[in-house]
Each structure stands twice: as structure tokens, then as C-alpha cells.
């Protein structure tokens, strides 16, 4: 069974670093094929993806964020951290962490994104 | 970026109706297309993916068609627990982007 849980603070101040972590059950990230990405949710509007990290650490990011964000992985304890610095209170969202899952088309390959944990909401407030 | 934009915003159904909801991408992006469903306060959950793939354990009510730019997502007879916001999402390049949604609502 796939699970995963977001945990990290539920308040943070502006410019401080955000840091989340995803600890996840039921599949492993030396397997290929396997990533984890984050993804957040404002209040009321759609869902932006922030990053992922593959099962070979490769590692991809938002354009607009990517100066701002960090992903990374710990295989041993089944959990991938992402941090956001300097943070402002657009940063305000329901941030989730979801398996990616890569699968062949008959000689191609797609993405997509097939477990997602229940979501932490973040709030960005002085 | 590749933009995806998502039609209509919103839509008023009954139970028992068939909906389509569309998707076109910026540009071409072969069938690299999955759709999900939101519920109020709940994560997204994935409906449909490489455009017409039912996900597994999702009733065969759904099906996903489209290719290159445009996409739809169809429900064949809505259900009261389909009521709910959907989206689309390309993972065709890097940064992945979703559509702005579409909430399905009783008529």
C-alpha cells in the first residue's frame, strides 16, 4: 500500500526558509522509474508543481521558483525534503507531495502523478 | 511554459448527464496528458493519464481522449460523488503545468 504524509510548520514568517518533508511507505526511490514531486494549491486556485526528484537524482524544477527551491532525497529513510527560501505570503498554500510514476507508451515515456498525500497547509504571516 | 488552458471554468450539471471538459495546450504535446479530481478539502486524485489510460480502481464512466493540442475529458453519466473540480496536467517537458480547473456543480 502507497502512502505519503507531509509534515512541517503551519506558520512561517516572511523571508524565513520554509522546509517540508514527505515521508512515504510502499514503493522506493532506488527503483527506476520512481520520482516524488511537490506541489501546491493557494486557496481557491489551481495546483502548481514545484519540483521532483527521480529515482537517479535527477532533479527539476518551477521556472518561476527555482531559484527558491530545494529538493532533495534520503533513500535509507524513505523521505524527500523540499525547501523554499524566502518566503512571502503568495507562498500562502496547501503544499502536497505526490509519487511520479514513469510509464511506457510503447517506446516513449510519460509521467504522471499516482499517489498524493493528504497536503499541509502553509501559511505565510508575520 | 507550456500553457494549458482549461474549458469551461465551471459547468452546472444533473446526475445522469454526460460532460466534456477540454484542455488545449500552448503546443504540440502528443498524448502527454493526465487528468484529476479534487474534492473539497481533499488531494487530487488521478482519473486518466497518456490522454485515454483509466487509472486503476476508477469506474469506466470516465474516458480521456485527445491528441497534439487538444484534449477532453468525458463522465458518461454523472454520479452525486462527481461533483467535484477537475483538472488537467502535461508532463510532456519540464516545469509540468496544470489547467485552471473546472468545477462541476448541481444544476
Known amino acids: 500500500q502507497v502512502t505519503l504524509r507531509e509534515s512541517g510548520p503551519a506558520l512561517v514568517k516572511p523571508t524565513q526558509t520554509l522546509t517540508l518533508t514527505c515521508a512515504f511507505s510502499?514503493?522506493?526511490?532506488?527503483?527506476?522509474?520512481?520520482?516524488v514531486s511537490w506541489i501546491r494549491q493557494p486557496p481557491g486556485k489551481t495546483l502548481e508543481w514545484l519540483a521532483r526528484?527521480?529515482?537517479?537524482?535527477?532533479?527539476y524544477y518551477s521556472t518561476s521558483l527555482k531559484t527558491r527551491v530545494t529538493i532533495s532525497k534520503d533513500t535509507s529513510k524513505n523521505q524527500v525534503v523540499l525547501t523554499v527560501t524566502n518566503v512571502d505570503p503568495v507562498d500562502t498554500a496547501t503544499y502536497y507531495c505526490a509519487r511520479s510514476r514513469l510509464y511506457d507508451i510503447g517506446g516513449y515515456y510519460l509521467w504522471y502523478l499516482d499517489y498524493w498525500g493528504q497536503g499541509t497547509l502553509v501559511t505565510v504571516s508575520s | 511554459d507550456i500553457q494549458m488552458t482549461q474549458s469551461p471554468p465551471s459547468l452546472s450539471a444533473s446526475v445522469g448527464d454526460r460532460i466534456t471538459i477540454t484542455c488545449r495546450a500552448s503546443?504540440?504535446?502528443?498524448?502527454?496528458v493526465n487528468w484529476y479530481q479534487q474534492t473539497p478539502g481533499k488531494a487530487p486524485k488521478l482519473l486518466i493519464y497518456a490522454s485515454s489510460n483509466l487509472q486503476s480502481g476508477v469506474p469506466s464512466r470516465f474516458s480521456g481522449s485527445g491528441s497534439g493540442t487538444d484534449f477532453t475529458l468525458t463522465i458518461g453519466s454523472l454520479l452525486p460523488e462527481d461533483f467535484a473540480t477537475y483538472f488537467c496536467?502535461?508532463?510532456?517537458?519540464?516545469?509540468?503545468?496544470f489547467g485552471q480547473g473546472t468545477k462541476v456543480e448541481f444544476k
Open positions: 510502499g514503493f522506493s526511490l532506488k527503483n527506476r522509474g520512481m520520482g
Open positions: 496536467q502535461q508532463s510532456y517537458a519540464s516545469p509540468w503545468t
Open positions: 526528484v527521480d529515482w537517479d537524482d535527477d532533479k
Open positions: 503546443q504540440m504535446i502528443a498524448s502527454y
